[in-house]
C-alpha cells in the first residue's frame, strides 16, 4: 500500500531556485509513503486525471518529470518525495493522481482529499 500527499505550493521551491540546485519553479511536492509489509520500487512518472465521471470521458497529464528522475525504492515504512513545476490553476482541475509500482500496480490518490 502506497500513502501518497500532494502539497502544491510547497516550500520546496524556495529550496531548489535559491538554497541547493538552482532549479526554479519545483512548486509542487509529492510526498510517498510504503505502508505495506515488502518493499516497492516506485517510477518517477504518474497521471494527473481530471473530468472522469461515472461512464464519462476525462483528461489524463502524464507527468514524467518529476524530480529525482529515476526509481526509488521503499522499504516497509519508508518515505521519500518527488519534484516539479505544475501550474496552480491547472492543478485546480485534477481529481486524482496514480502513481504506479515497477510490477504494474496502481496507487490512486484523490486529491479533494487535501
Known sequence: MLKIKVIIGSACEDIFSKKCCNYPDQNLEIQLTNQGEIPLTVPS??????????????NIKRVDYLMPHGSIRLKPGQSCSYYCW???YKFKEYTHVIFYDDEGREYRFPLNEL
Open 45 to 58: 512518472f504518474c497521471d494527473f486525471l481530471a473530468g472522469f465521471s461515472e461512464g464519462g470521458r476525462g
Open 86 to 88: 505544475m501550474d496552480e
